[in-house]
């Protein structure tokens, strides 16, 4: 079935560090790529997205790159802000041919960033 | 404002206590559905939503049931709790169960319910 795999955390950085997240997915077809951001003691909210092989999502200074070839989805920021602090979770959905339909995201564990001042 | 509404946002119970979980959404969508966030483990889908009285099982849905009567409301009902049930739960909505391709349609989550099982 279809997996998401990202780095392990805690990642704890210095304010204006550059920040990498590593995301691998495994999922046959042409999956909709996703990172999601869940401020402390909030939902989640949904920070890019990609839908097709080479786009690239960016929002809040944050990129990554739908890499088919390596199928991967790092997310990156060049200068983190102590306000980054949050969990970051990838996620992928994908066009179920027995369903007719993408039904479901499905995530990662989630990688905790904590940027210190 | 576009919202998903979920009550209540914390609650402890005690086994076997039959409990329902709201979700409202206000922006006319069809697609709906329930998560289960735990430590280590991300987030799993627990059952969806296609549309009016269309159900069906996600990847966790063993001591759970739903109900799609109403376009807005997805109820997460667990009639008889157990400690294992303990999680984060957060509803979603999408305008429809196509998020992927160039539909560019967004799944949006509510703000989670904290539920404690003792």
């Known amino acids: 079935g279809d997996s998401v795999t990202q780095m392990e955390g805690p990642v704890t950085l210095s304010e204006e560090a550059f920040l990498t997240i590593n995301c691998t997915y495994t999922a046959t077809g042409y999956p909709s790529l996703f990172w999601y951001v869940q401020y402390p003691g909030e939902g989640l909210q949904l920070l890019l997205k990609?839908?097709?092989?080479?786009d690239k999502g960016s929002n809040k200074g944050f990129e990554a790159t739908y890499r088919k070839e390596t199928t991967s989805f790092h997310l990156e920021k060049g200068s983190v802000q102590v306000s980054d602090s949050a969990v970051y979770f990838c996620?992928?959905?994908?066009?179920?041919?027995?369903?007719?339909?993408?039904?479901?995201?499905?995530f990662g564990k989630g990688t905790l960033l904590t940027v210190n001042p | 404002e576009a919202q998903v509404t979920q009550n209540p946002r914390y609650l402890i119970t005690v086994t076997g206590k039959k409990l329902t979980v709201t979700c409202s959404q206000n922006m006319n969508h069809e697609y709906m559905s329930w998560y289960r966030q735990d430590p280590g483990l991300g987030l799993r889908q627990i059952y969806y939503?296609?549309?009016?009285?269309?159900?069906d099982k996600g990847d966790v849905p063993e001591g759970y049931k739903v109900s799609r009567k109403e376009k807005r409301n997805f109820p997460l009902i667990l009639e008889s709790p157990s400690p294992n049930q303990t999680s984060l739960y957060f509803c979603?909505?999408?305008?429809?169960?196509?998020?992927?391709?160039?539909?560019?349609?967004?799944?949006?989550f509510g703000e989670g319910s904290w539920l404690t099982v003792v």
């Open positions: 979603a909505s999408s305008l429809s169960g196509r998020t992927g391709g160039y539909s560019g349609n967004t799944i949006y």
């Open positions: 996620a992928l959905s994908r066009l179920d041919p027995m369903r007719g339909s993408n039904y479901k995201l499905t």
């Open positions: 990609a839908t097709k092989a080479d």
């Open positions: 939503s296609m549309n009016v009285e269309v159900t």
